[in-house]
């Protein structure tokens, strides 16, 4: 009896960790929702906090396998505005809106097969090889644009209801990807080589394949988020997409990714995470909080998650 009592403990255990984002979402809701005087939570206001859902939480779904093999991109911004901009000049050189498209989903998926390549030969942290490729990539970015400050795509792009896209993008791209995570060896692999590299060599996984073939994953959802970004603005500048990675990456967490990624990843931690700081951003600016102090506050609640997350699965890892 006393077994499985303590099975259940650690059952129920699990799914309270488990309903932690969750709750932690719907709390943040709740704030914005008196502090605003209902502001947040208007007609007007959930149309504007969709748009900005969708980009990150694209971008976050397909990183969700970079983190889950504990490979943490933090290039995510210089790809998402590098493509866009590769993408918009062809489209405003060729007249093209379809030759602008297959551009931005090639260029991105290029540069996410370069950073797979890099970081799994290169002997080095992977997010420090990140890193310098998004301070590469929005170097090259601004390089392109040259004396342009601002690309315009207006005579090319005439959609000006995105609803359908969104919907499609958001929907179908979530969908493939929990399928392939939850239920390939693609996501297994991702799992079992964040969880434990040894034991992941061990079982006959090839660790470079497995970061490239998540990088390749990843680049597909920052591939459609650069269209939406096009399509939406019809403007490309060198500040496209220039937050998106350190919302992704603060989007995770707030999800209930682990950092060190392994068993313990989830794809809903995309949605769930990506809603929470969606609705965290725009609920501080309704209350006319300065981009500085938005800042500063996400910053703590970032240490605050990872904190506590990391007491709840940092003791249950594997020697590597």
Do not use: H
Request: charged content about 10%.
């Amino acid at each position: 009896m006393t077994g499985e009592k303590s099975k259940q403990f650690i059952i129920s255990k699990e799914k309270l960790i488990n309903a932690v984002p969750i709750l932690g979402m719907l709390l943040v809701i709740l704030v914005f929702a008196v502090l605003t005087g209902g502001k947040s939570v208007s007609a007007v206001n959930l149309k504007v906090l969709t748009n900005q859902f969708i980009m990150t939480a694209l971008v976050a779904i397909g990183m969700v396998y970079c983190f889950a093999c504990g490979a943490l991109d933090m290039s995510a911004g210089g790809s998402l505005c590098l493509s866009a901009i590769v993408g918009a000049l062809a489209g405003v050189k060729s007249g093209s809106f379809a030759l602008m498209m297959v551009v931005t989903v090639v260029v991105a998926m290029l540069i996410a097969l370069l950073k797979g390549v890099v970081a799994a030969y290169l002997t080095l942290p992977v997010f420090i090889v990140t890193i310098i490729f998004g301070s590469l990539l929005s170097a090259i970015g601004l390089v392109l644009l040259g004396d342009q400050t601002i690309l315009s795509v207006r005579d090319i792009v005439k959609m000006k209801d995105l609803t359908i896209v969104n919907i499609v993008f958001i929907v179908g791209f979530f969908l493939i990807a929990m399928i392939v995570f939850n239920y390939t060896k693609i996501g297994k692999s991702c799992k079992l080589q964040g969880g434990n590299p040894l034991a992941s060599g061990q079982s006959g996984i090839d660790a470079k394949k497995t970061i490239i073939i998540s990088f390749l994953i990843s680049g597909v959802g920052i591939a459609l988020a650069a269209i939406i970004t096009i399509l939406k603005t019809k403007t490309v500048t060198a500040a496209s997409g220039g937050t998106i990675g350190n919302d992704v990456l603060v989007a995770i967490v707030l999800g209930g990714m682990p950092l060190t990624g392994g068993p313990k990843s989830k794809i809903s931690a995309a949605l769930v995470g990506a809603a929470t700081i969606t609705i965290l951003n725009n609920g501080l600016s309704l209350c006319n909080v300065s981009n500085d102090m938005i800042q500063i506050v996400r910053g703590i609640i970032f240490i605050l998650v990872v904190f506590i997350t990391s007491m709840t699965y940092r003791t249950k890892l594997l020697p590597r």
